[in-house]
T-cell receptor, first 111, second 115 residues
Framework: QKEVEQNSGPLSVPEGAIASLNCTYS??????FFWYRQYSGKSPELIMS????GDKEDGRFTAQLNKASQYVSLLIRDSQPSDSATYLC???????????FGTGTRLQVTL | GAVVSQHPSWVICKSGTSVKIECRSL??????MFWYRQFPKQSLMLMAT?????????EQGVEKDKFLINHASLTLSTLTVTSAHPEDSSFYIC???????????FGSGTQLSVL
């Protein structure tokens, strides 16, 4: 059983729309949650971190966490073509900052 | 932010040769370094965790004698792929952990292609 699951996509949204990316995790003791963006051939770049239930907003990005449902999501408002990338969900179960990554969701923002 | 320098960006080598990858934290000290590997269209998989001045801890299935990790200082760690084979071709990424921080920052990655 995968520990962090994401739909591989591709998720296609038109420019200006809201992109919604979802992630579920299996370990209930998980404490920290991260969203990374990865362009093809590049290393991941941290977008958001979230630690408590609810929403956390940063510019066009909003992370949502529901620990009871073991679910974390990322919303991207006013999607731009430059947002086209693979988005990785990562979970820290508290073991020395080790992260477990999902396989990523590929987002395509179309003109 | 945290500046991480990883070299080389890409390397092509013959089967049986060894390749060294360097990772430096330029504006912070890292007592812990994570090394990840990513195969095409797959997620990042943690290979090993190293702490400055001590031996690395390898994840299950990762051969410690094949992937040699040296973390001799708080700003430099190296990963050496010994006797590389085509199945070792992958994207290798380092991630130094800034002291007191929980967020991970990544090096730019090294694309290794073994012929």
């Amino acid at each position: 059983q995968k520990e962090v699951e994401q739909n591989s996509g591709p998720l296609s949204v038109p420019e200006g729309a809201i992109a919604s990316l979802n992630c579920t995790y299996s370990d209930r003791v998980s404490q920290s949650f991260f969203w990374y963006r990865q362009y093809s051939g590049k290393s991941p770049e941290l977008i958001m971190s979230i630690y408590s239930n609810g929403d956390k907003e940063d510019g066009r990005f909003t992370a949502q966490l529901n620990k009871a449902s073991q679910y974390v999501s990322l919303l991207i408002r006013d999607s731009q073509p430059s947002d086209s990338a693979t988005y990785l969900c990562a979970v820290n179960t508290g073991t020395a900052s080790k992260l477990t990554f999902g396989t990523g969701t590929r987002l395509q923002v179309t003109l | 932010g945290a500046v991480v320098s990883q070299h080389p960006s890409w390397v092509i080598c013959k089967s049986g040769t060894s390749v060294k990858i360097e990772c430096r934290s330029l504006d912070f000290q890292a007592t812990t370094m994570f090394w990840y590997r990513q195969f095409p269209k797959q997620s990042l998989m943690l290979m090993a965790t190293s702490n400055e001045g001590s031996k690395a801890t390898y994840e299950q299935g990762v051969e410690k004698d094949k992937f040699l990790i040296n973390h001799a200082s708080l700003t430099l760690s190296t990963l050496t792929v010994t006797s590389a084979h085509p199945e070792d071709s992958s994207f290798y990424i380092c991630s130094p952990l800034r002291t007191g921080d929980e967020k991970l920052f990544f090096g730019s990655g090294t694309q290794l292609s073994v012929l």
